[in-house]
T-cell receptor
Framework: AQSVTQLDSHVSVSEGTPVLLRCNYSSSYSPSLFWYVQHPNKGLQLLLKYTSAATLVKGINGFEAEFKKSETSFHLTKPSAHMSDAAEYFCVVTSNAGNNRKLIWGLGTSLAVNP | GAVVSQHPSWVICKSGTSVKIECRSLDFQATTMFWYRQFPKQSLMLMATSNEGSKATYEQGVEKDKFLINHASLTLSTLTVTSAHPEDSSFYIC?????????????FGPGTRLTVL
């Protein structure tokens, strides 16, 4: 079975400092992995996705994530946090349920950015 | 491209009434649509998967007679919460996956906040 664990429920950083949101996954096959961001009262937005191509994935707004199979990790990073990055972030892995593959969601990490 | 809309964005209703939420893919054909529920400060919970023209597949623990899903066209799916009660108050999110998408990417609607009094 597939699962995803976001290791931190809450992360707080200062503006201009690096961001690291940790995610570990469990999958019996080569998964697709995603990071989504949810700002208050707004819809979910895809930040980036890994689909068995390059292991270092660059996304929008300066975010990137590296797929490390040996560590079963897909951590999200950004070199310099901006106030507008404050939001809820979800790490997601696909299931292997045939044609109707489902998304398996992590519990989310709330990112606070302090001035 | 790949825009999904939901209507209404929020709704308040009395206990015992039914509420319909629409999910539309605006610029692509969605063979599969998903309905999620999100409680405050929590992750998304998949309620059901619907394929155009066929019955929805509900996740374990989700009452299909309470949460009626219809996916009558390639651009529209509806979720009807029947005989709503205060415990049904939640944030409902739909997503849609287009026919040609081979990486299972789902595009999400902005959500509908339901409050049952």
């Amino acid at each position: 079975a597939q699962s995803v664990t976001q290791l931190d429920s809450h992360v707080s950083v200062s503006e201009g400092t690096p961001v690291l949101l940790r995610c570990n996954y469990s999958s019996s096959y080569s998964p697709s992995l995603f990071w989504y961001v949810q700002h208050p009262n707004k819809g979910l937005q895809l930040l980036l996705k890994y689909t068995s191509a390059a292991t270092l994935v660059k996304g929008i707004n300066g975010f990137e994530a590296e797929f490390k199979k040996s560590e079963t990790s897909f951590h999200l990073t950004k070199p310099s946090a901006h106030m507008s990055d404050a939001a809820e972030y979800f790490c997601v892995v696909t299931s292997n349920a045939g044609n109707n593959r489902k998304l398996i969601w992590g519990l989310g990490t709330s990112l606070a950015v302090n001035p | 491209g790949a825009v999904v809309s939901q209507h209404p964005s929020w709704v308040i209703c009395k206990s015992g009434t039914s509420v319909k939420i629409e999910c539309r893919s605006l610029d692509f054909q969605a063979t599969t649509m998903f309905w999620y529920r999100q409680f405050p400060k929590q992750s998304l919970m998949l309620m059901a998967t619907s394929n155009e023209g066929s019955k929805a597949t509900y996740e374990q623990g989700v009452e299909k007679d309470k949460f009626l899903i219809n996916h009558a066209s390639l651009t529209l799916s509806t979720l009807t919460v029947t005989s709503a009660h205060p415990e049904d108050s939640s944030f409902y999110i739909c997503s849609a996956r287009e026919w040609e998408n081979s990486y299972n990417e789902q595009f999400f609607g902005p959500g509908t906040r339901l409050t049952v009094l």
